[in-house]
């Protein structure tokens, strides 16, 4: 007798063993048949109940490893953070929010896997790149940045926070970890917005010894 799921059940099922498979065979080599053969008790008919494609399958599973726009929402209305704070905000939870963290952090390797790299990275963009901006006119205003030309400085932000410690496109190792941050710092920091100042790097380095001694990684 096939095993009953709740619709939530379903999903979760459907999404975890896609994302397997995806690291397993790569997201172009899975097939919808493929997840399917690995489901327990779940038909096609019901993995397409659930999604239209095998892309919005993969979309769900990118959806995952970002926060819920409601966390964007209440950094950007708060009136105690300076628009430096904001973006540091922003990007702190983006990195280290629990919640993403929890439901993500067994399939990190799918960010080495260049479909969903993309996807991945285009979710993100449109999640906060005009979020970056906006903060950057603020810090201009309250003095807490010196930016230019804000739509290009979010554009370089989000590559050299994100997209430079992704190891599908550029190798991170211990040893420069922290070459590559120092980097990015100076290179913000001449650029008129300190994102990676000092007590930022100390909160970011906390988080991941925290991460650490509960067996995660980054």
Request: charged share 30%; proline share 1%.
């Amino acid at each position: 007798m096939a095993k009953k799921y709740t619709a939530k059940e379903a999903k979760t099922l459907i999404l975890n063993t896609a994302a397997d498979l995806f690291i397993e065979k790569g997201y172009i080599n899975t097939s919808i048949s493929d997840i399917v053969e690995r489901l327990d008790g779940l038909t096609k008919g019901a993995v397409y109940h659930h999604f239209k494609s095998k892309d919005d399958i993969i979309e769900a599973v990118a959806r995952r490893f970002i926060p819920k726009n409601e966390i964007f929402e209440e950094i950007e209305i708060r009136d105690d953070l300076t628009g430096l704070e904001k973006i540091q905000e922003t990007l702190f939870e983006g990195m280290f929010n629990q919640k993403t963290r929890k439901d993500s952090i067994k399939y990190y390797d799918l960010l080495n896997e260049t479909t969903f790299y993309s996807i991945y990275i285009q979710m993100v963009n449109e999640l906060t790149l005009n979020r970056l901006t906006q903060f950057i006119y603020e810090g201009n205003k309250d003095g807490s940045t010196k930016v230019e030309r804000p739509e290009q400085m979010s554009e370089i932000i989000l590559l050299l926070i994100s997209t430079w410690f992704i190891n599908a496109l550029y190798v991170t190792t211990a040893e420069n970890f922290f070459k590559k941050i120092d980097t990015a710092s100076y290179l913000l920091r001449m650029g008129g917005v300190d994102v990676l100042s000092e007590d930022f790097i100390k909160r970011m380095i906390d988080s991941i010894k925290i991460m650490e001694q509960e067996g995660d990684s980054i």
